[in-house]
């Protein structure tokens, strides 16, 4: 998990810039919203650090990941005096947002006091590492890894509107139609399987608590019907998949199918990636059948023949 890390703020630091230098410039309106936006998420960052070393709750990023994106797209799609394809695209982002945002809220992630409620359980494990026994560690870790990187991140993701903001002449054409169907699709297959999860989740705990033995399925431990049958992570696989597809707008816009923007979609690649193997050493280890779903159910893409 450390070296994965890493490798995540290495290439955090190197692959915006390659990309940013070698691409077409901005031009002095969008240079000025896109400072404006990362002056913004350096504010954000910050206080999410010094609100988690206050509260020693370190979920204060997960509490905004999926409201600060509408923030952004509205932002420039304001600066670009409501171009169609960039109100379209905050149009989106506000959708992903308020589904996200509902999910986080009824799983106990928000508190009427702030910077309370439930702390992810990861943050919680990954502080028994014994390099984060020394406190400063932890704390620098907090810093530049939960607070600087993912709201870094979570900026990098939103900026394909910057780049479709080159494009604000080109009228809407075929890919933008193909990334809001795509975009609205993986939308869809995100609800359910949170909802998937939060059922089985919800009926395992009530058989819990009322005494009642857990059998099939719940005796197992872990969702593996549904979406969880095809592949181990359907919600990341369509969250990867709604930001990879928001991408498409600023090809659509400028007709570069490679630009600087999507050094953002491939971060957050990255970072699942990351993220799903520190989750599944802590499922292997918790549940005994989970090894034998790893081997044969895909992580991210489902198998369109299963032998």
Aim: hydrophobic share 50%.
């Amino acid at each position: 998990m450390l070296r994965t890390i890493i490798l995540l703020i290495l290439t955090l630091i190197a692959l915006p810039i390659i990309a940013f230098k070698y691409d077409t410039p901005l031009n002095e309106a969008q240079w000025a919203a896109l400072q404006s936006s990362f002056y913004l998420m350096l504010g954000v960052a910050l206080t999410c650090f010094v609100v988690s070393e206050l509260t020693k709750n370190y979920s204060q990023v997960d509490k905004i990941w999926s409201i600060v994106p509408m923030a952004y797209a509205c932002f420039f799609a304001q600066q670009s005096a409501w171009n169609l394809r960039m109100v379209i695209m905050a149009i989106l982002v506000s959708l992903w947002a308020i589904r996200l945002t509902y999910n986080f809220a009824r799983r106990g992630g928000y508190h009427w006091i702030p910077w309370k409620g439930e702390e992810d359980y990861r943050w919680g494990v990954l502080r028994q590492n014994p390099l984060f026994q020394r406190r400063i560690n932890w704390v620098l870790f907090g810093l530049f890894f939960i607070s600087l990187y993912q709201n870094t991140l979570i900026w990098l993701f939103n900026l394909p509107i910057v780049v479709a903001w080159e494009g604000a002449n080109q009228a809407l054409n075929g890919i933008d139609y193909l990334a809001i169907g795509l975009f609205l699709a993986f939308l869809v297959i995100e609800f359910i399987a949170d909802q998937q999860q939060y059922d089985f989740q919800t009926e395992k705990y009530r058989r819990i608590h009322a005494g009642e033995p857990l059998d099939g399925e719940y005796a197992q431990g872990f969702c593996s019907t549904g979406l969880w049958r095809l592949v181990r992570h359907p919600n990341y696989a369509a969250e990867q998949g709604i930001w990879l597809s928001y991408y498409l707008f600023s090809v659509a816009a400028t007709g570069r199918w490679l630009n600087w923007s999507l050094t953002g979609g491939i971060l957050l690649v990255l970072l699942f990636l990351g993220s799903s193997d520190f989750s599944e050493k802590i499922s292997s280890e918790k549940y005994p059948g989970y090894r034998e779903y790893q081997k044969k159910t895909p992580r991210f893409i489902f198998r369109v023949f299963r032998f």
